[in-house]
């Protein structure tokens, strides 16, 4: 009996020692399991998918075509800034065919549905200036603007990207003051240790006070099967900087219960509403070789053309997945794709199809009075004709994914935490039968009086933003900066993010 008492106080003593998780008044989402202590009942972790929308963008100019690709998005003000590259790419008697240099190119818009391509007059092409070009030199392949919210930063390289290819010897720094015109912050590359060949980028991470740089490597080892065998599988390495010249802590990401795959891109940025996480859009690439499904799927003559060009042109497919992480290194991976190459139709099912845009921005939804949304921009119809498209997506805000339960209900209890605020706002959605209902424990699991299960009423609806209720008051400001865990209890129901606020 003695032994038992002293395990139960060792163990005791454990649980108490635990530090809490402090969130402060940060959004906090579920697409990891950071703040997620354990799951009951028919209660589960939900990937949701975005909705596709109309065509956005034509890349139909003489200097652009069917090769264009490695979109960036982002918003300036009132503004969104829309980057990428003009490639003119055809197959042409059994062999892929590039027509004319790559060149990178601009669009805007202000409701992120239309964009436009301004007259810029500052690069030509074919003999004139009457284009969106903005920049023609080394870097065109894959060259991917930010803009910098470094504090100190200044004005006349407000605006940064990398770019370049291996065969330039890497990526090379690059600097605007206004987005369009451009220059090179360096003139020897800065980042040399990759393959590079894919979408490359840099942002400036202000939760952990540096750059941070993520470019194509490649792995060790060969794929098997009876198909295309490259060296080893495409991935992802990382980097950070202080200076944006200078880069070091050189690392090739991690996965947690995810398998060795082709990631074509990475899209890795701070999400807008929770800067503290890191949020990827990489591309799966699979080989999967002629079989009655390939040639089941659309434009088979075109497919044809381009697997005599070769194989992989014509039967590689391509879908955008989703990733999370907290320190840029360790992610937390969907196996399961976020992007689909959805419905089959012309131009899709292709490899190129759904390379998401780096950055998802915020829009206005199509229902008059519903609250706004995320838009996300993919390409579709790559390879053949005058020019390829980039397709807009939508997804409700902080829509990635949702603890969802069953109208059998289920619970959702957080690891130990402290947060700083007077009340607790959520994203939720129930059908009209289900509801949501939030305790807040104590350290040792024990409700806290006036703020029980039994004290909360039903919260039903379809809300990015409700401060939960209950009987006695919303206001929690009594445990704020205190060791606490949160007990959900959901009906048919979405649970998307939880943010203390004032």
């Known amino acids: 009996m003695k032994k038992i008492v002293l395990i139960f106080l060792a163990l005791t003593l454990t649980l108490c ?20 202590e ?26 652009e075509g ?11 003000g009132d503004r969104l800034r829309l980057y990428y590259r003009g490639s003119k790419l055809g197959v042409e008697k059994g062999k892929l065919k590039q027509a004319g240099a790559q060149v990178y190119c601009y669009a805007e818009s202000r409701d992120g549905i239309t964009f436009t391509k301004p007259k810029l007059g500052l690069h030509e092409y074919n003999g004139s200036k009457d284009n969106n070009i903005i920049w023609t030199g080394v870097g065109t392949h894959n ?16 605006y940064k990207a990398l770019g370049g290819v291996a065969s330039q010897g890497g990526l090379f720094a690059f600097k605007s003051a206004d987005g369009i015109h451009w220059s090179l912050l360096h003139e020897k590359p800065v980042v040399t240790k990759g393959a590079f060949d894919s979408q490359n980028l840099a942002f400036w991470d202000a939760t952990a006070g540096v750059y941070r740089a993520y470019f194509r490597t490649f792995t060790k080892g060969v794929t098997t099967g009876k198909v295309w065998k490259p060296a080893g599988f495409r991935a992802i390495r990382t980097a950070t900087s202080r200076d944006f010249l200078k880069w070091e802590n050189y690392a090739d990401l991690t996965f947690k219960d995810s398998p060795v795959e082709h990631l074509y891109t990475n899209q890795v940025g701070p ?23 390939m040639r089941a799927l659309p434009q088979l003559k075109l497919r044809e053309e381009r697997a005599a060009a070769h194989l992989r042109y014509g039967t590689a497919l391509t879908e955008g997945l989703l990733m999370a992480s907290r320190d840029g290194v360790h992610f937390e991976r969907w196996n399961e794709a976020f992007l689909r190459p959805g419905p089959q139709r012309p131009d899709t099912w292709i490899y190129g199809h759904q390379f998401i845009a780096w950055h998802s921005v915020e829009t206005k939804s199509a229902l008059p009075g519903a609250p706004n949304e995320l838009s996300f921009y993919a390409s579709e119809g790559s390879w053949h004709g005058q020019g390829n498209a ?28 402290s947060f700083k605020g007077n009340n607790l706002e959520l994203n939720f959605a129930t059908s009209a039968a289900g509801s949501v209902r939030v305790e807040i424990q104590d350290a040792a699991g024990k409700p806290i009086p006036g703020f029980a299960l039994a004290d909360c009423p039903d ?24 060791s606490v865990r949160l007990r959900f209890v959901l009906k048919d129901a979405d649970l998307y993010s939880l943010k203390f606020s004032n």
């Open 38 to 63: 354990r799951l009951g009942g028919k209660a589960a972790r939900r990937l949701h998918h975005p909705v596709a929308r109309e065509i956005a963008l034509k890349h139909d100019a003489p200097w």
């Open 66 to 76: 069917a090769g264009s690709g490695y979109h960036s998005v982002i918003r300036d």
């Open 17 to 36: 020692a635990v530090e809490p998780i402090d969130i402060g008044s940060r959004r906090e989402l579920f697409i990891d399991g950071q703040l997620i």
């Open 390 to 417: 980039i397709r807009r997506y939508t997804l409700r805000m902080d829509g990635f994914v949702s603890v969802r339960a069953t109208m059998k209900g289920g619970e959702l209890i957080t690891k130990l935490i």
């Open 459 to 482: 919260h039903f609806g379809d809300t990015i933003a409700r401060q939960v209720q209950w009987d006695k008051s919303t206001n929690v400001s009594a445990h704020s900066g205190k």
């Open 143 to 158: 060259f991917a603007p930010f803009r910098d919210t470094r504090p100190g930063c200044p004005e006349d390289a407000r």
């Open 271 to 293: 999400y807008f509403r929770a800067p503290h996480i890191l949020i990827g859009l990489p591309t799966r690439y699979i080989e999967r070789g002629w079989s009655p499904s």
